[in-house]
Nanobody
Framework: QVQLEESGGGLVQPGGSLRLSCEAS????????MAWYRQASGKEREAVAI???????NYADSVKGRFTISRDNAKNTMYLQMNSLKAEDTAVYYC?????????WGQGTQVTVSS
């Protein structure tokens, strides 16, 4: 059973930055992929960024050029660096991992962008 734990959320002003972390209980090199999703109040969960086992990265159009997904394999941790944050980035952010044909999720961390 893979466990994922997010951290790093909080309140930030528009234009500010935050870095989210997702620590896994397993060796992340064994994952097919890892990703960040978010869900704003009253909206469906959406994919934000994904990184595959080969290192390929993809981003939602709404965050391209502002967000960066990365991994530290030695720490079994994935990150999401979020810059130039906007009010519309406000959401609960979830970490996800694809492992042995199953998807695993963290509990989520709240990001609020507001002045």
């Amino acid at each position: 059973q893979v466990q994922l734990e997010e951290s790093g959320g909080g309140l930030v002003q528009p234009g500010g930055s935050l870095r989210l972390s997702c620590e896994a209980s397993e060796n992340i090199l064994s994952f097919n992929s890892m990703a960040w999703y978010r869900q704003a109040s009253g909206k469906e969960r959406e994919a934000v960024a994904i990184v595959t086992s080969s290192g390929s990265r993809n981003y939602a159009d709404s965050v391209k050029g502002r967000f960066t997904i990365s991994r530290d394999n030695a720490k079994n941790t994935m990150y999401l660096q979020m810059n130039s944050l906007k009010a519309e980035d406000t959401a609960v952010y979830y970490c996800s991992a694809r492992f042995r044909f199953q998807n695993y999720w963290g509990q989520g961390t709240q990001v609020t962008v507001s002045s």
